[in-house]
Nanobody, 118 residues
Framework: QVQLVESGGGLVQAGGSLRLSCAAS????????MGWFRQASGKEREFVADIRWSGDSTYYADSVKGRFTISRDNAKNTVYLQLNSLKPEDTAVYYC???????????WGRGTQVTVSS
């Protein structure tokens, strides 16, 4: 397991943008994937996007496809989530996670709050 620390959350108006970052405490191996999840108040945590640590494979939830972009910087052991065209329903705590490809995520950050006002 690695320690993950998210940053970049905040308050933004609808239609605005934010960029979330997730820094890992150790090297992320090529066999890993990193993902973003979110949990709105009173709701279950849901998948947002993930990325393989090698190659170009990414995957998005339908609700964010075309608006959010996940990317990585291998040298910095950091994964990013660019949030564009934000909607009030995107308001949630956003969590970063890491795990071996094909297995469950076994490392989680503490989350960063994103609030979108209408």
């Amino acid at each position: 397991q690695v320690q993950l620390v998210e940053s970049g959350g905040g308050l933004v108006q609808a239609g605005g943008s934010l960029r979330l970052s997730c820094a890992a405490s150790a090297r992320i191996f090529s066999s890993y994937r990193m993902g973003w999840f979110r949990q709105a108040s009173g709701k279950e945590r849901e998948f947002v996007a993930d990325i393989r640590w090698s190659g170009d494979s990414t995957y998005y939830a339908d609700s964010v496809k075309g608006r959010f972009t996940i990317s990585r910087d291998n040298a910095k052991n950091t994964v990013y989530l660019q949030l564009n065209s934000l909607k009030p329903e995107d308001t949630a705590v956003y969590y970063c996670a890491a795990g071996r490809f094909g297995a469950t995520y076994d490392s989680w950050g503490r989350g960063t709050q994103v609030t979108v006002s209408s």
